[in-house]
T-cell receptor, first 112, second 115 residues
Framework: GNSVTQMEGPVTLSEEAFLTINCTYT??????LFWYVQYPGEGLQLLLK?????DKGSNKGFEATYRKETTSFHLEKGSVQVSDSAVYFC???????????FGTGTRLKVLA | GAVVSQHPSRVICKSGTSVKIECRSL??????MFWYRQFPKQSLMLMAT?????????EQGVEKDKFLINHASLTLSTLTVTSAHPEDSSFYIC???????????FGPGTRLTVL
């Protein structure tokens, strides 16, 4: 079946460090891929998305590229800030449905 | 972006009682709403899909008589956990799909604790 695997957290970084959160997926067909962020006490917010192979999603300095050959959608940011501390979820939606399949989430903590 | 609210944000109840959780789309009409459940350190798992004016579609393994879903209007869906037991303690999150922009928006979640 379809699934999403994320690296386990928590990830602790110093401010201005480089961030990578790995995400790989298993899916039939051609899914759309997403990264959501959840700040404490808030709902999931869409961070970025990509709908086809080689697409790059980007927002607020975060980037992720849809790699079909490696079935990956790794999240990166060149210089993290304390305000980026949150839980990040990788997710997919298979074509023709609106049902999300989420990874387990990765907690990021950025220290000043 | 569009806002989805959930109420209550936290609820503690005794075993055997029923709890109702509301999910509202505040500034758009949601033809479809989804209910997810999240256990600690685990993924959000889809429980059911709710379409306005029709019966909810439950995922495999989800008891429809235990988790009653009602989607009576385009802005409100409710999840009722009937005869709750400690194993039902979890974080419940709803999402609402904006048909105009074909995007889903998530609520902040409701933490249910059954004693």
């Amino acid at each position: 079946g379809n699934s999403v695997t994320q690296m386990e957290g928590p990830v602790t970084l110093s401010e201005e460090a480089f961030l990578t959160i790995n995400c790989t997926y298993t899916a039939t067909g051609y899914p759309s891929l997403f990264w959501y962020v959840q700040y404490p006490g808030e709902g999931l917010q869409l961070l970025l998305k990509a709908t086809k192979a080689d697409d790059k999603g980007s927002n607020k300095g975060f980037e992720a590229t849809y790699r079909k050959e490696t079935t990956s959608f790794h999240l990166e940011k060149g210089s993290v800030q304390v305000s980026d501390s949150a839980v990040y979820f990788c997710a997919l939606v298979t074509s023709g449905t609106y049902k999300y399949i989420f990874g387990t989430g990765t907690r990021l903590k950025v220290l000043a | 972006g569009a806002v989805v609210s959930q109420h209550p944000s936290r609820v503690i109840c005794k075993s055997g009682t029923s709890v109702k959780i509301e999910c509202r789309s505040l500034d758009f009409q949601a033809t479809t709403m989804f209910w997810y459940r999240q256990f600690p350190k685990q993924s959000l798992m889809l429980m059911a899909t709710s379409n306005e004016g029709s019966k909810a579609t439950y995922e495999q393994g989800v008891e429809k008589d235990k988790f009653l879903i009602n989607h009576a209007s385009l802005t409100l869906s409710t999840l009722t956990v009937t005869s709750a037991h400690p194993e039902d303690s979890s974080f419940y999150i709803c999402s609402a799909r904006d048909g105009t922009y074909n995007e889903q928006f998530f609520g902040p979640g409701t933490r249910l604790t059954v004693l």
